[in-house]
């Protein structure tokens, strides 16, 4: 009979010898090949020889840390099921690394390592333990404290805002939110799925009391991997968004987080400058170089058992986009990082 990881290749990105050691050696108990690196650089230049079926990797290294070698890999294109393994007790590295497509974050020093040999089966077949760690929230190590604990919630979220200018995938992104800057009302993201590709939401967190801040903290940790995973099976084709919206739904409820969740979520492929919109709850208008279309807002998450939506599919090199609901209005602008970005008042 064979071992569970036998066939798989897997990269041990970890500073600390002895602990590389403990970890490749068991590794190989259970039938992996594995390659080993003492920093994320030497870990790069390996990935591009040889793709790693999972990759565990430590924050704290020196010459290039964790956190840059996902942000580097999420720039090229990789998605490599990734394993942090950590003796970090910040959530607001572990709130980062998730939002870069992270599927676990295990605690140093590891006592049981049938934990780590779960956490990696799960990486590799994810549709057999999808629900049970949806579930179970194993995100986020503080999770339970957080649903006891608003204030700490709140003031994570703002931690977590994303800088008002930025440069993503060779594109110039601006946002403006139009609400108190002590009010949690509308809360925004943005990231780089890859070199040639965005994903965004917006969501109104001032329908569900405390668990609308809930709510947007576990969308922040984990919209981008539900956005990549599909996108993984679309085959290059543009994603379906309101099956992204769906997912997010299912989401909420596996969470046990009720309330209604208003939402507008987008993609934006930089290559075939395409944008979609999908809206369950929020107004918006959107300006491109052409013309302005308004979409409905679309009945909020959490709501019904079933998804009403309104979604715009549109080409163009850049847009404006209003979006607004009970929590405020925010406006976001996004051109190509050679054009000048005017922001409008």
């Not at 596996?254 to 999908?278: C, D, R, S």
Request: with cysteine; charged share 15%.
């Amino acid at each position: 009979m064979g071992q569970p990881l036998d066939g798989k290749y897997i990269l041990v990105v970890e500073d600390d010898a002895v602990f590389r050691c403990i970890l490749s050696g068991y590794l190989q108990t259970l039938g992996a090949t594995v390659g080993e690196a003492t920093n994320g650089a030497i870990a790069l230049s390996l990935i591009h020889q040889r793709r790693p079926d999972v990759m565990l990797c430590d924050l704290f290294m020196p010459e290039m840390n964790g956190i840059a070698l996902m942000e580097q890999l999420q720039s090229e294109g990789y998605q490599i099921p990734t394993l942090v393994i950590s003796a970090t007790e910040d959530i607001t590295d572990v709130a980062k690394v998730m939002r870069l497509g992270v599927q676990d974050v295990l605690l140093k020093p590891i006592d049981d390592l049938t934990r780590l040999r779960d956490s990696i089966l799960t990486c590799l077949y994810p549709q057999m333990f999808t629900s049970q760690a949806i579930e179970e929230v194993e995100f986020l190590q503080d999770w339970q404290s957080l649903c006891h604990s608003p204030e700490q919630a709140v003031m994570l979220l703002k931690q977590l805002q994303p800088p008002i200018n930025q440069n993503l995938a060779h594109y110039r992104i601006n946002y403006r939110q139009l609400t108190s800057v002590e009010e949690i009302g509308l809360v925004f993201d943005i990231a780089a799925l890859s070199e040639r590709e965005l994903g965004f939401y917006c969501l109104d967190v001032t329908r569900a009391g405390n668990n609308g801040v809930l709510a947007a903290l576990l969308l922040r940790a984990l919209f981008n991997s539900i956005l990549q995973e599909h996108l993984a099976g679309q085959e290059h084709r543009l994603p379906q968004m309101p099956t992204i919206l769906r997912k997010v739904n299912q989401l909420f409820r596996q969470a046990n987080l009720e309330g209604q969740f208003p939402i507008l979520a987008g993609y934006y492929q930089t290559q075939q400058k395409h944008l979609l919109l999908v809206s369950a709850g929020l107004h918006a208008n959107l300006i491109t170089e052409k013309q302005q279309i308004r979409l409905n807002n679309g009945v909020p998450l959490g709501t019904l058992d079933s998804l009403h939506v309104n979604q715009i599919s549109q080409g163009c090199a850049s847009f404006q986009c209003q979006v607004w609901g009970n929590g405020g209005k925010l406006r976001l602008m996004l051109s190509p990082e050679t054009h000048h970005l005017v922001a409008i008042d």
